[in-house]
């Protein structure tokens, strides 16, 4: 499984980590994606000729769909390329032998989503949270005070790593739990 693949022009340094663990393109079965910016979505079109499978949730691609005309004139992307086999909707996600629960965390985009894996207490949290940040909510399909209740719902979790989309990762209960409360007290009256 990979999650967020990126952009095409910068996927080198994934195929690095690949092979670093003796992995190649037609070893992911899955390519998850959090939402369908292009930073996170568009490197989806190096696996169409494979086996492997993509995941996107139900509302991000409807907002895509909607939008195929700007997507394609803005950024080259053809929606074929990036076409989910895998609609996400919020609840388990068995891949082999791990669980997942996937987390509709509407606000950076409408269907953006979070994968927490509970036995390692990881979440995976795309654009919705970073080390000290969170995502944006200026582009389209944004919307700050959903933003707000997707961060809120993620402390109920009981979280260990944070992975964002962006930045370092976040280790450890305390560190975690700092992370959060800092975002709300520096943003939460600003989104």
């Not at 994606?33 to 000729?49: G, K, M």
């Not at 769909?65 to 390329?81: G, N, S």
């Not at 953006?112 to 919705?128: H, I, M, N, R, T």
């Amino acid at each position: 499984m990979l999650i967020d693949p990126g952009h095409v022009d910068l996927f080198d340094h994934v195929q690095r980590g690949l092979r670093e663990l003796n992995l190649d393109l037609d070893d992911v079965g899955l390519v998850i994606s959090t939402h369908a910016h292009p930073d996170h979505i568009e490197a989806v079109e190096l696996f169409i000729q494979g086996a492997t499978k993509h995941a996107l949730h139900e509302q991000e691609w409807q907002m895509i769909k909607a939008m195929e005309k700007e997507i394609t004139m803005a950024f080259d992307v053809q929606l074929d390329a990036i076409l989910p086999d895998v609609l996400l909707t919020e609840g388990d996600l068995s891949v082999g032998e791990l669980e997942f629960q996937v987390i509709h965390t509407p606000g950076h985009s409408p269907g953006s989503v979070a994968l927490y894996w509970p036995q390692e207490k990881a979440l995976f949290s795309g654009d919705l949270i970073f080390r000290g940040g969170v995502g944006r909510t200026d582009l389209p399909g944004g919307n700050g005070s959903a933003l707000k209740e997707s961060i809120k719902r993620l402390t109920e979790l009981e979280i260990e790593w944070i992975l964002p989309g962006h930045g370092d990762i976040v280790s450890g209960a305390a560190e975690v739990k700092a992370n959060f409360n800092h975002i709300e007290q520096v943003f939460f009256d600003y989104i």
